[in-house]
Nanobody, 116 residues
Framework: QVQLVESGGGLVQPGGSLRLSCAAS????????MGWYRQAPGKQRDLVAS???????NYADSVKGRFTISRDNAKNTVYLQMNSLKPEDTAVYYC??????????WGRGTQVTVSS
């Protein structure tokens, strides 16, 4: 089992920045990839960014150049630095972990609202 605790969401003006954090605990050694998904009202949950234990990184086209994912293996934490935020980035952001056995775990989600 892996437990995930997210933090860092909130309200920000367009053009602003936020940093999301997700701390993992439990069966840490089984983790293969960590990442962030988001879900806006009435829409499906989509991948924002992911990073594997081999430091392979993947971004959604809509966030390339604005968001940066990073991982601190010593702290079992994944971060999402979000810059130049736009109203269309408004969503609930979910931390996701994929284990080597291809089991997925999800955080509870943190709300990000971009509005003036």
């Amino acid at each position: 089992q892996v437990q995930l605790v997210e933090s860092g969401g909130g309200l920000v003006q367009p053009g602003g920045s936020l940093r999301l954090s997700c701390a993992a605990s439990g069966s840490i050694s089984s983790i293969y990839a960590m990442g962030w998904y988001r879900q806006a009202p009435g829409k499906q949950r989509d991948l924002v960014a992911s990073i594997t234990s081999g430091v392979s990184i993947n971004y959604a086209d809509s966030v390339k150049g604005r968001f940066t994912i990073s991982r601190d293996n010593a702290k079992n934490t994944v971060y999402l630095q979000m810059n130049s935020l736009k109203p269309e980035d408004t969503a609930v952001y979910y931390c996701n972990v994929l284990t080597r056995a291809r089991i997925e775990y999800w955080g509870r989600g943190t709300q990000v609202t971009v509005s003036s």
